[in-house]
């Protein structure tokens, strides 16, 4: 392999997906071999079979949300950005980085760690998430070993202890809040991508 | 008071003399007691007639178990005097307090020039070790412990090497130093003398954290630590020990020594988890016989700890492997009065060899063989201090760049800060032998210095320090089941990333354990329907009866909202007959003015009958067979009409036996005939109210009839329910593992107020669920 500036500059973007995502040029090049692998047939983009073929993935009870969440509203396939983009939620969080006042929030912050996890469970993405889809969360996750009543208790229960503002589903805020006391930094990072 | 009560004790021990424990054989309370003593013991010397004896002296044949019993006595009378001295128990770690003791006590005995017992090493190592490891075993927090394991482990391994080589060069370096009297302890003395010393002591960590509620984290670590490094402190004593009489050291030995120690760590792990795997499969099939459920826990882990130590495996490592392996297990098979006694025998062993310990300790101090050197002792203090804070700080440097959450520099601190040293390195200074290590005496003062420095000093300070540094305490977090689904949501989503990554990390190797475990393991090992039920549903099962318990012991007075729901639902979650059956229909208040009103409205007026709360009489009572016809009914035709719309999803049912109450209640609620409320008053008969019950005599008599026995337990518990909670609180041994416990500790109050019949009522009430 060629050094790493010269297979850098074969990613298209390469510099600016550093820049966004934080992203080390070791890492970037490392996703993009995987996204190569990935993409089998050499189209440049992500179908959503080629994320079917990935075993763990069809194994996941919520695998098919994973996949339904690197596809951007309306788009049938995932370029290289957006592949990197997604993953780099999962970056651990580096507590010693400068904070420049203007610039963004990192992707891999804490709240925008917890915003992608939201977006997963709210599959029609109207800020909440009603009981309807928790109830689809409990029952991709506990499989057909419990009976709708266990399910539909668990999701009342669930609720009445998020829902603050009492509107029978759970907002962001809400959600957020019953997460305070776990340790999101940890629990959404991979160390393989820091 | 308790002034009192220890100089009676003290009185009574010194009095009756020093126990056989020791290696001196003394003479004892022969020495005592000549005169009373013989004439007892005089059998056959015919000479003169003796009146017969109508009281006799016969102390010789019950003197040890007699000894061993006072020693116990005043371990435990000394923890009670200490916890009613509460302003001096919240400066003095307990520890501190229990080694003061046994000074006192050793040397009240040598005043009476009795000769005290030294905490010898058998004993230690077979009979008071092995209850605090096993109860650290058994509620070691698993997730914490994996998640953090890397870092334990470097800890345990590289630090505890890194102490033994430092502090035993540097000392034979000084020993070099000083000339004439230490000139001849040699390399592999000083080294041995460095491994035993260097390795953190579970005991003396156990007891001193336990008490400042730390963060998991940092509990976790130098916890785990305290019990991983027995495996390199094993490998290295026997090393050196065996190289002291060869003499010279080759390559060819360090590395055998390096295989060693994997034999030694890995061996006991596996041990452990065959003999882990025994008990849980021994425990699938108890069924039957309930109350002997916790010996084969126990027995089992002792096996196992005894087995490692035949081929001088770790021993200790053995007996955590058992324990956490044995633990999922054997939770879901046996019943909850024997998970309580696991619990509180476990809790209650290791209270009592702790306090020994410490206080054997203390005596031990006074009895020993001492050796002063000024310059050994001294140095040997300052290594050891400067060795630990070197090597945790070198370490953290090392591993922070593996971690993702990364240890501050106040964590470093407390980590150096609680290397404390204990009875292990006491015990294994006295088993070695004088002839081969000549300066065995000076050895254990050294040790014994370095101990009382680090319990007093450390063990005193830490707590102050903890607080003035602000470091983080232990969360008292109540898991809430949105916690837990969101946990679980996060874990699989990980492990969708990590497959989409192509890494195969953490998260990927913990699901495919899971999946095995879940696969495979657990229908070997787990007995009838539990196996499948998924870890959420326990967890809500679980927050449930917590809620529902809070709900009775508040006196049922406040109607929570979220009660109601609730308690339909747990009604709901019981599709399968299980054999313990952990969830209780209690009904709130709501329920309750609801029963009442139907029963008012449709029925003539109920009069309860009432002789005693005492299931005995009510479980033998003629009428109840009749009863249960009607009772069954009467739950029934409540849940309808709570239910009406969502009968048809009873019968989604997965398969349970075709004649449990849950399908027989599914077939009935969607029979239509059964709804005949008319047709039910002709059966009722009379049921007399008492309205001298101690509770509000309408609501709650009612409830008592219709849930027959979950009537009883809410009866009992009424009326216990204010003794429920004092038993908790007095209890002797703090929890370890904070959140399990304190979700598992209500059930655990309400199960035992249930627990006063016989084993015959014991029977019924395991086997049958509790909502018909």
Known sequence: MGSTSSTLLKIPNAEVL????????????????????????????????????????????????????????????????????????????????????????????RSNKLKFAFQLYDQDKDGKISRDELLKVLRAMLGMQVTEEQLESIADRTIQEADLDRDEAI???????????????????????? | MELKMFILVLGLLVGSGSPDIGPNQGKCSDSLDPGPQDQGNHTLTPQSKKNFPVLSFGYDHVRLPFEISLWVLLASLM??????????????????????VGLLVGGLMKLVAEVPPVLESKIFFLYLLPPIILDAGYFMPIRQFTENLGTILMFAVVGTLWNAFFVGGLLYGVCQFEGHRLVNVDLLSCLLFGSIISAVDPVAVLAVFEEIHINELLHILVFGESLLNDAVTVVLYHLFEEFSSVGTITVMDVFLGVVCFLVVSLGGIVVGAIYGLLAAFTSRFTSHTRVIEPLFVFVYSYMAYLSAEVFHLSGIMALIACGAVTRPYVEANISHKSHTTIKYFLKMWSSVSDTLIFIFLGVSTVAGPHEWNWIFVVATLILCLVARVLGVVGLTFVINKFRIVKLTSKDQFIIAYGG???????????????DHFPKRNMFLTAIITVI?????????????????????????????????????????????????????????????????NKKYVKKCLIAGERSKEPQLIAFYHKMEMKQAIELVESGGGSKLPSAVPSTVSMQNIQPKKSPQDRALPQLSKAREDEIRKILRTNLQKTRQRLRSYNRHTLIADPYEDGWNEILIKRKRMMELEKKISQMNNYLTVPAPAPDSPTIARARLASDPQAWGLKSLTESIPTIKVDLASPQSPESFNMVDEIGKKGSQSKASEEEDGLTMKVPSMTKPRKDKTANEDDDKEPQQRLMRCLSDPGPAGEEDEEDEPFLH
């Open chain 1, 171 to 194: 907002s962001f805020e809400e959600f957020r809040k019953s997460l305070e006391k776990v340790n999101i930094d940890h629990k959404m990072s991979i160390r393989f991508l820091r």
């Open chain 2, 79 to 100: 923890k009670l005097g200490f916890h009613m001295m509460p302003r001096l128990s919240s400066i003095v770690p307990e520890s501190c307090l229990l080694i003061v």
């Open chain 2, 452 to 516: 009382f420095f680090t319990v007093f000093v450390q063990g005193m300070t830490i707590r102050p320090l903890v607080d003035l540094l602000a470091v983080k305490k232990k969360q008292e977090t109540k898991r809430s089941i949105n916690e837990e689904i969101h946990t679980q949501f996060l874990d699989h989503l990980l492990t969708g990333i990590e497959g989409i990554c192509g890494h195969y990390g953490h998260h990927h190797w913990k699901d495919k354990l899971n999946r095995f």
């Open chain 1, 18 to 109: 550093m820049q966004e995502t934080g992203f080390s040029p070791a890492h970037i090049i490392r996703l993009h071999d995987r996204f190569k692998a990935l993409d089998k047939e050499g189209r440049g983009y992500l179908c959503p079979q080629d994320f079917g073929a990935i075993k763990e993935l069809a194994m996941n009870p919520i695998g098919d949300r994973i996949i339904g969440a690197f596809f951007s509203p309306g788009k049938e396939t995932v370029d290289f950005s957006t592949f990197v983009k997604i993953l780099a939620h999962f970056r651990p969080v580096d507590k010693d980085r400068p904070k420049e006042p203007n610039s963004p929030e990192p992707i891999n912050s």
């Open chain 2, 420 to 434: 404390l040293r204990g009875a292990i390195a006491f015990s294994l200074v006295y088993l070695l032998n004088t």
